[in-house]
């Protein structure tokens, strides 16, 4: 009963949200705006759906089957962090680029993912080093 | 003939026969209890986004009630976490897609030849897009945003503010649809599961709270400036940038108003009619200094001493008192070439029109002449190149 109330008041709450979204987009957000917003909902969509997480699960399947169980965190973890590096580090590359204006410019990121890059391969090794052996090695990877 | 239904259902079944059931491909780490785990930690994350957006919105907008004048860090604080936590965010969001991922091969659930059970999975599945694509949306520009790259080409500020109402609202449904399953999730023993992943799932929870937390680490001296020499991933780091000790987001000459600084003079209109003040007329004035901090909408902050002329001050040669204030820029065309100073702002002590940074002349690029900086205020709106203040 009481789960109940509590997933009608989330559904008519987020509901309610969700249109009033949709009504900020059709009102405050211009008509040529709409198409570039619903492109770019559309490319996020498919190349997560798509591109991105087939990826990761084609990796999981043909690295992680050959790593042993207790390798496997500290591996995902890394390629976890070096994602998020990535992204910022592509990000911080394009927009110093299209910065002309010195004064204006973004901090340089090489500096920034070597530093960050070398803590989070510290920090994994680290963390491999410290796990203790397991024994089995599961059955699905990914 | 086959009929529609026919034909829509016998590709369907086919295609589905051939698809691998999502437990066959889900990894150790793909599970409800982590999907369920990890989604704690997003969805407040999420949360504490959409209500720190909201007050810098509201502070943003000409009707904004939410801020006053004080505390003068106010904006500075819940800015400097709107943006810390929504880089948090970025590998959270990674993880809980990684490892809800295999689920989008799920089944109708119940009697398939029924059409409500259909569209319920269909609902769902549309539902599930909208929410990965909104979550993807508001964390990539908000990431784009803050580097000033504004590749996207589409006007920031109301798409981000539409899309965060859907992005939350799409989680509050999400979080009804699945609450039974997250429940369930929550409470199952893990022992009774898998007996020997307990320490990999909690492994994988500890390892995307430690990278979130490693990019927080790594970016909040943005915000908190004793951990400035940490802040490598900020776009900014306030105390590392010396163009008279605080960064600059927008320069004279992308503003457009560097041929037009010498022959500059103020004009100020009120009910009493209007004053033009030169340079000279205003260093005759009663002079003041403040140190108040500059909080830009992209996260960094820093605090400086601004000298100048209290915007009361300015605002009483022409008869107003109690008045919001239209603040003028030389630039042209920009979001933030007119603003609103409410008049409890104007009325504030510190709210002044500021000639000098940490005692140097302004540069152009910090808004030479004059600025105003008030307290408690965005960046964005601590307007530059003032030209004209009109009471209304």
């Not at chain 1, 997933?7 to 040529?32: K, M, N």
């Not at chain 2, 649809?177 to 199952?188: C, K, S």
């Not at chain 2, 490598?232 to 037009?260: C, E, F, I, K, M």
Request: glycine share 10%; net charge positive.
């Amino acid at each position: 009963m009481t789960i109940g109330i509590v997933r009608g008041a989330l559904a008519v709450t987020g509901s309610c949200a969700a249109g009033y979204g949709l009504y900020l987009v059709l009102t405050r957000v211009s008509h040529p705006d709409w198409f570039r917003l619903a492109r770019w909902g559309l490319s996020a969509w498919l190349i997560n759906d798509l591109v991105l997480m087939p990826i990761s699960l084609l990796l999981g399947h043909l690295v992680l089957r050959r790593v042993a169980q207790r390798r496997r965190m500290p591996l995902r973890i890394g390629l976890l962090a070096a994602g998020s590096l990535v992204i910022i580090t592509l990000i911080a590359v394009g927009a110093r680029a299209h910065q002309k204006n010195a004064t204006a410019e973004v901090s340089p990121p090489l500096p920034a993912v070597l530093i960050t890059g070398g803590v989070t391969v510290a920090v994994v090794i680290i963390a491999e080093l410290l796990q203790r052996p397991q024994r089995g090695k599961g059955t699905a990877v990914g | 003939m086959p009929s529609l239904a026919v034909m829509i259902k016998w590709p369907t079944q086919r295609l589905l026969r051939h698809l691998p059931e999502p437990d066959t491909i889900a990894g150790d780490v793909q599970t409800p209890a982590v999907v369920a785990r990890i989604g704690m930690f997003l969805g407040p994350a999420f949360g504490i986004c959409f209500l720190t957006g909201l007050i810098s919105h509201n502070a943003q907008s000409d009707s904004g009630v939410l801020l006053g004048p004080r505390p003068v860090w106010g904006y500075r604080v819940t800015q400097g976490i709107h943006v810390a936590t929504g880089i948090a965010c970025l590998p959270l969001l990674l993880a809980k897609i990684f490892a809800a991922y295999p689920r989008i091969l799920s089944r109708p659930e119940g009697d398939t030849g029924k059409k409500s059970a259909l569209l319920w999975f269909a609902a769902d599945k549309l539902l599930i897009g909208v929410l990965t694509a909104a979550g993807i949306v508001q964390v990539a520009t908000g990431l784009f945003n803050v580097f000033q790259w504004y590749v996207f080409r589409f006007d920031f500020v109301p798409v981000h503010y539409a899309i965060a109402w859907i992005a939350m609202g799409a989680i509050l449904i999400h979080v009804a649809t699945r609450l039974p399953v997250i429940t369930r999730a929550l409470r199952r023993p893990r022992a009774a599961h898998r007996s020997d992943l307990p320490t990999s799932r909690r492994g994988f929870i500890g390892g995307v709270l430690g990278v979130a937390g490693g990019l927080t680490l790594f970016s909040i001296g943005q915000t908190i400036g004793p951990l400035d020499r940490l802040a490598l991933l900020a776009p900014r780091r306030p105390r590392s940038v010396h163009l008279q000790g605080v960064p600059v987001n927008r320069t004279a000459a992308q503003a457009g108003v560097t041929a037009r600084l010498a022959d500059w003079s103020l004009t100020i209109v009120g009910p009493d009619g209007h004053r033009e003040l030169d340079r000279a007329a205003l260093a005759a004035l009663p002079q003041t200094a403040v140190r108040l901090p500059i909080a830009c909408v992209e996260g960094w902050s820093i605090g400086a001493e601004w000298s100048g002329v209290r915007i009361k001050d300015l605002v009483g040669l022409v008869g107003g008192a109690g008045h919001d204030v239209r603040v003028v820029s030389l630039e042209r065309g920009s979001r933030y070439a007119r603003t609103i100073l409410p008049a409890d702002f104007v009325a504030d002590e510190r709210s002044i029109l500021a000639f000098k940074i940490n005692g140097e002349v302004l540069h152009p690029d910090h808004g030479f002449p004059a600025r105003v900086i008030a307290p408690n205020r965005p960046g964005a709106l601590q307007t530059k190149w003032v030209e004209r203040l009109e009471l209304l």
